[in-house]
């Protein structure tokens, strides 16, 4: 079946480091992709997104690009701040009407100032 | 803000017991509602698609007799445990849908999750 493999955390950086968090992905026929992320207290929200392979999803600075050759969806931000410290979520589906996502296990970032 | 409120956002009861943790939808009616389950660093796995006035379909593997999901309204589905044993405790996430099935375009909220322990 559908599975998303996220690397695991926490990840702990400094203001302004680079932050990478990797995704692959195992999946039939051609998914969607999507990056969400919880903040402390809060709800699961939509970060980024990605429909087709080579496709790039941005917001806030966040990028992942959709390679199909490696099954992958890493997460990137050149200069990460404080506020960005929070659980992301590497996650799919299989059809563009099926809201059945397939998540990762999550990864807790912890940017320090 | 919160658009889809999930409450209690956490429990603590004794085994045996139930347990029903509600999700609503604050300024939208959702025709669908979603909930899912985590363990301890585990990924995020759907339990069941709760469709307002009709039954839930659970996914493979997950009880339907045991998570009872009722979706009585357009603006709220709960989810009870029943007979709840340590093996339930986990965080359970709720998800709803803004719109129309099968509307691409159409996005998914979350509640904050409810982490429940079974004593």
């Known amino acids: 079946g559908d599975s998303v493999t996220q690397m695991e955390g926490p990840v702990t950086l400094s203001e302004e480091a680079f932050l990478t968090i990797n995704c692959t992905y195992t999946a039939t026929g051609y998914p969607s992709l999507f990056w969400y992320v919880q903040y402390p207290g809060e709800g699961l929200q939509l970060l980024l997104k990605a429909t087709k392979a080579d496709d790039k999803g941005s917001n806030k600075g966040f990028e992942a690009t959709y390679r199909k050759e490696t099954t992958s969806f890493h997460l990137e931000k050149g200069s990460v701040q404080v506020s960005d410290s929070a659980v992301y979520f590497c996650a799919l589906n299989r059809l563009p009407n099926d809201y059945k996502l397939s998540f990762g296990a999550g990864t807790t970032v912890t940017v320090r100032a | 803000g919160a658009v889809v409120s999930q409450h209690p956002s956490w429990v603590i009861c004794k085994s045996g017991t139930s347990v029903k943790i509600e999700c609503r939808s604050l300024d939208f009616q959702a025709t669908t509602m979603f909930w899912y389950r985590q363990f301890p660093k585990q990924s995020l796995m759907l339990m069941a698609t709760?469709?307002?006035?009709?039954?839930?379909?659970?996914e493979q593997g997950v009880e339907k007799d045991k998570f009872l999901i009722n979706h009585a309204s357009l603006t709220l589905s709960t989810l009870t445990v029943t007979s709840a044993h340590p093996e339930d405790s986990s965080f359970y996430i709720c998800?709803?849908?803004?719109?129309?099935?099968?509307?691409?375009?159409?996005?998914?909220?979350f509640g904050n999750g409810t982490r429940l322990t079974v004593t």
């Open positions: 709760s469709n307002e006035g009709s039954k839930a379909t659970y």
């Open positions: 998800s709803a849908m803004r719109g129309v099935r099968g509307y691409y375009n159409s996005p998914l909220h």
